[in-house]
């Protein structure tokens, strides 16, 4: 079972790098669309990924139309603060993509307004702008896998390795 992570020029060099770590621990894919906000070679983007970067399938895309492209085929979903539906609302296919924007602006209007039924977004307070991009990502990731019960990530029904 593997979903797929898009950030759309991302900024923050942490944020990705704690995202790579989320993929990593869910086998989950990693799409980068440039520009990035940082160098893949940051010491702050490795450091937040710790050791797991050799355990993540990341990609790189010149441009979000160009990973469209690529993956013509597939569900995207569109994370954002403006969408009228929660991400609880939506049944996430195996394979789908969860899209998330940068960290300052999120994902461009013109793309939320092509995709709008599309477009998810995490219920919060409304005094509060937006939660940090790697809790986003986890937040919905989590309900993806959960919507699938797991699979891949439980051995025979256990939710732990240990047998206590």
Same mark, same amino acid.
Not at 103 to 108: D, H, I, Q, S, V
């Given at each position: 079972m593997s979903f797929n992570i898009v950030l759309v020029e991302p900024e923050i060099p942490q944020n990705t790098g704690n995202i790579a770590r989320t993929c990593a621990a869910t086998g989950s894919t990693l799409h980068l669309v440039k520009p990035l906000g940082f160098s893949v070679d940051d010491r702050y983007l490795k450091r937040a990924g710790?050791?797991?970067?050799?355990?993540?399938?990341v990609h790189y895309h010149d441009s979000f139309a160009k990973l469209r492209e690529a993956y013509f085929d597939k569900h995207f979903f569109f994370a954002t603060t403006k969408a009228p539906k929660a991400y @609880?609302?939506? %049944?996430y296919p195996e394979g789908c993509f969860l899209v998330f #924007? %940068? !960290? @300052?602006? #999120?994902?461009? !209007? !013109?793309?939320l307004r092509e995709n709008k039924e599309w477009c998810i977004r995490i219920p919060m307070k409304e005094s509060i702008r937006s939660l940090n991009l790697s809790n986003s990502v986890a937040v919905i990731l989590f309900e993806c896998l959960r919507q699938h019960e797991f699979k891949g990530l439980i051995e025979e029904g256990r939710l732990t390795r240990y047998d206590w």
């Open positions: 710790l050791d797991y970067w050799a355990d993540v399938d @609880t609302d939506i %049944k #924007g %940068k !960290e @300052t602006a #999120g994902l461009p !209007e !013109e793309l």
